[in-house]
């Protein structure tokens, strides 16, 4: 049974880079895609993107290449530059696998806020 | 991007009660729709994948349905545990997207 447990800064300043880490236990397939979602009260859940058990990474268009995923050992991170006010978000890590396109299991959460 | 809309946003029900919450994808998924279930304070949970399987451990009395762009999240003999707020997602291209969420409350 996997469990993932995520870490980061919860307060960023504006225009300076998100960054968090997940970890993965109880087991890890080729097939996985460790992935990043965030939520606001404003725009509901929003999928970042992932990065494939390969390395490759995809991601959400909407952060106009501001955010990066990659994994290394048990642990896959995601960073995400020049952040705003409107970054501000619960983020969630996540599994989900290449053809069962679906997020299970997630992380704890953490709120990050982006303020001076 | 393919765009998720749900009805209704809110809905008010009683304990025993009988529950459908729709979701609409702007082009077709397949079968490719998730649902998710979350509380205050929690991560979502998966109770539907594919449109259809129950997810190991989500008790019987939730069902999904549907097939293109119309999907439905029926669950009957509403229990307390139920009341929540429930998303669908689609997983058939990237950006995955999820709907706005429909909550059950009292």
């Known amino acids: 049974q996997v469990q993932l447990q995520q870490w980061g800064a919860a307060l960023v300043k504006p225009w300076e880079t998100l960054s968090l880490r997940c970890s993965f236990s109880?087991?890890?397939?080729?097939?996985?895609?460790w992935t990043w979602i965030r939520q606001t009260p404003g725009k509901g859940l929003e999928w970042i993107g992932q990065v494939r058990h390969s390395g490759i990474s995809d991601y959400n268009p909407s952060l106009r290449g501001r955010a990066t995923i990659s994994t290394s050992r048990n642990e896959f991170s995601l960073k995400v530059t020049s952040v705003t006010a409107a970054d501000t978000a619960v983020y969630y890590c996540?599994?989900?696998?290449?053809?069962?396109?679906?997020?299970?299991?997630w992380g704890q959460g953490t709120l990050v806020t982006v303020s001076s | 991007d393919i765009q998720m809309t749900q009805s209704p946003p809110s809905q008010s029900a009683s304990v025993g009660d009988r529950v459908t919450i729709t979701c609409r994808a702007s082009?077709?998924?397949?079968?490719?729709l998730n649902w998710y279930q979350q509380k205050p304070g929690k991560p979502p949970k998966i109770v539907i994948s594919?449109?259809?399987n129950l997810q190991s451990g989500v008790p019987s009395r939730f069902r999904g349905s549907g097939f293109g762009t119309d999907f439905t999240l029926t669950i009957s003999g509403l229990q307390a545990e139920d009341f929540a707020t429930y998303y669908c997602q689609q997983g058939y291209s990237m950006p995955y997207t999820f709907g706005p969420g429909s909550k059950v409350d009292v």
């Open positions: 594919s449109a259809s």
């Open positions: 082009q077709s998924v397949d079968t490719h």
């Open positions: 996540a599994r989900s696998l290449t053809k069962l396109t679906w997020f299970d299991p």
């Open positions: 109880g087991g890890s397939v080729s097939d996985d895609c």
